[in-house]
């Protein structure tokens, strides 16, 4: 049984990034993979059962503000851990720079994060817009052994800055981090960071099956996934990704 951990699901779910967990649970019943939903909330421990993925969804600098707090013992240890030892996780906006060493909001305050990407977010500039649009990236893919693109919505003031860490890919078209370095999100083992809303994951099943493949190899390393009929989520995807790309 793959079990998805909905971090902070009532309060980190802006533009529907609950819709990432809606498409893995269908995504694995319908190769009759059995899935368990657990929402984690504020002061509840993670309790990995051994073939498992972490979503990490976006929201405010309200609720950032309470997660950081909640994140700086125990959980943020265990999240750690939890990538150091092949563990699948998904951040997207908020719960992606969360991932980071800190957050700086346009108040000035640094609130801490996980550290499980090295990098940091800082606040746009009083003259700065807010990073708003449809996005197109290239991501290498290793698994397949080819370059895969994604596209997703992407809505944020903060600019993200890679440290020591690879961009989860190269943004074709949109803003991606911070605008500027065509860098969008992170990756580091099977720990995963990016801006994209959408939801992403219904956007992109390739990828939905790529973090649920990692999750179940977790538990048996053989395993392989049932192809499914997804003639009509690719046709949607080339519609968008030809649009961005203006072919």
Request: aromatic share 6%; hydrophobic share 35%.
């Amino acid at each position: 049984m793959l079990t998805i951990h909905h971090l902070y699901a009532d309060m980190m779910n802006l533009y529907g990034d609950r819709g990432n967990v809606i498409s893995i649970r269908k995504r694995c019943e319908w190769r009759g993979i059995p899935v368990d939903v657990v929402d984690v909330g504020l002061g509840e421990r993670v309790r990995p059962t051994g073939c498992d993925l972490f979503l990490f969804g976006g929201g405010q600098d309200r609720e950032q503000a309470l997660l950081a707090d909640d994140l700086s013992g125990s959980k943020g240890a265990d999240l750690r851990a939890i990538v150091d030892d092949g563990g699948v996780i998904l951040g997207v906006c908020g719960g992606y720079q969360l991932m980071g060493h800190h957050y700086e909001t346009p108040e000035g305050e640094k609130l801490p994060g996980v550290g499980i990407f090295d990098l940091h977010t800082e606040p746009r500039k009083p003259d700065e817009a807010r990073l708003i649009g449809n996005v197109l990236v290239d991501v290498p893919a290793p698994e397949a052994r080819e370059e895969r693109r994604i596209v997703g919505f992407e809505n944020h003031g903060g600019r993200t800055y890679l440290g020591d860490c690879k961009p989860l890919g190269r943004v074709v078209s949109g803003f991606g981090n911070n605008g500027g370095d065509a860098t969008e999100g992170a990756r580091r083992l099977n720990a995963y960071g990016t801006y994209l809303h959408g939801s992403l994951l219904p956007k992109n099943p390739w990828l939905t099956d790529q973090l649920i493949l990692s999750a179940l190899r977790r538990a048996d390393d053989t395993i392989e996934l049932e192809p499914l009929e997804d003639s009509v989520e690719r046709s949607a995807f080339a519609s968008m990704a030809g649009r961005l790309s203006g072919k």
